[in-house]
Structure formats: structure tokens, C-alpha cells
């Protein structure tokens, strides 16, 4: 007799430059961690080694233009793989899997952003994602000005951080339009607030999947 091993559970952290999803991303893995389960941390672009190599396409400040719909194939084709290669397997073998960004980001930075059609990403989702999409998605949300700063702090800016403020206004915007229309799965938190409040919150929607996961 064979036993089935339960499906691990899929969260994404999104958000804008600067909200902190490196750092609440780090006490979400050692909460679940600690739960007893094994966790699989990736990121999108890349996650893979060819999606890394596809992601420093996407970052390079290069000479050659890189079109929005072009952005928007480049990044699908990296998530393609993260999810073929790295996520799915997870999930199956019952690991827990936290993203760093996954297609709501497309729909963000690619449409919100861009202002490519809509219809064209969550197409691209059907694609190379079908049914799966994460059980929660985390949105860590600060005013833009708020999030460039920090992010300025950090290093030198890549290509999309380049971007102009109402680039980034409109990635903002499309990024809560998505948590209203998903409220089941989406949830914001405001990062302007003390990290140590926001990561309180962030262990103790930890905490409620777990506790869900285990009834």
C-alpha cells in the first residue's frame, strides 16, 4: 500500500521596491521552518540557473532596448521554468514553497506598469501556470516615494528600478486593484509601520495556513 504525500503549500510576497520582502521573506521560511516543515525559497525572475540567466537579461542596463511585450516573454519564460522545474516538484514531495514575486507581479510591472493589456498576461498565466497560483499572496504596501528611498539605500538601481516615480504609481495601484478583486487570496500589509509589527503579521498569517494545513 502506498501513501500519498500531501501537496505543500505555495505563498508569494509581492510588493514594490523598497517594502522589505527580503526581510519579512526570511521570518515567514524560519516560522514555517520551525512548524516542521521543509521549505523551498525562490524568486522571479530566476529561481533556476537558466532563469537567473534570463533574469540578468531582464536587469542589464544594456545598449538594446527591451520592448514591454518583450519584458513580459522574458519573465514568463523564466516563471515557466520555476514552476516546471522548481515549484511544482516542491509541491508534490510536500514542501512548502515562498516566492519572492510571481504572475501578479506580470500583472503589475507588465500591465499596470507597461500598460500592456491585461488580457495578454493573465493569457501567458493559462499557459505556463493553469491552475496553479499561490494559496496566499503577502503584499507588503508603502507609498512609492516611501519604497524608493529604502530601495535607493541599498545598491545600485538595476533596469526596472530606473523607472520613473508614476511608473512605479501605477505598479502600486495595480498591485491593490488585485488584492481587492482577490480578497480570498491576497493580503496587504502596510510597511510603513514598524518592521517588527510587520513581521508579526506576516508569522502570524504564517501561523493561520499552518494551523488550516494541519485540519
Not at 84 to 111: E, H, M
Not at 132 to 151: F, H, K, N, Y
Not at 189 to 211: F, G, K, M, N, Y
Request: proline letters at 5%.
Amino acid at each position: 500500500m502506498t501513501s500519498t504525500v500531501e501537496r505543500g503549500r505555495f505563498i508569494s510576497v509581492e510588493g514594490i521596491e523598497g517594502v522589505g520582502k527580503s526581510s519579512n521573506i526570511e521570518v515567514l521560511v524560519t516560522h514555517i521552518e520551525n512548524a516542521g516543515y521543509e521549505v523551498l525559497t525562490t524568486r522571479e525572475p530566476g529561481g533556476t540557473p537558466l532563469a537567473e540567466d534570463i533574469r540578468q537579461l531582464l536587469m542589464h542596463r544594456g545598449d538594446e532596448p527591451i520592448s514591454g511585450v518583450a519584458e513580459l516573454l522574458l519573465m514568463f519564460a523564466a516563471r515557466s521554468l520555476n514552476v516546471n522545474n522548481n515549484i511544482r516538484p516542491a509541491l508534490q514531495a510536500g514542501k512548502w514553497v515562498i516566492c519572492d514575486r510571481f504572475t501578479d507581479s506580470s500583472r503589475a510591472y507588465q500591465s499596470g506598469g507597461r500598460g500592456l493589456p491585461m488580457d495578454m498576461v493573465n493569457q501567458l498565466a493559462d499557459w505556463v501556470h493553469a491552475d496553479l497560483w499561490p494559496d496566499l499572496t503577502i503584499l507588503l504596501d508603502a507609498p512609492v516615494e516611501v519604497g524608493m528611498a529604502r530601495a535607493g539605500n541599498r545598491s545600485e538601481p538595476d533596469r526596472i528600478e530606473r523607472e520613473e516615480h508614476e511608473f512605479f504609481a501605477r505598479v502600486r495601484e495595480s498591485y491593490l486593484q488585485q488584492a481587492v478583486a482577490e480578497p480570498d487570496r491576497f493580503v496587504v500589509l502596510d510597511t510603513t509601520r514598524p518592521l517588527a509589527a510587520v513581521q508579526a503579521d506576516v508569522v502570524a498569517l504564517a501561523q493561520h495556513l499552518i494551523e488550516d494545513n494541519q485540519h
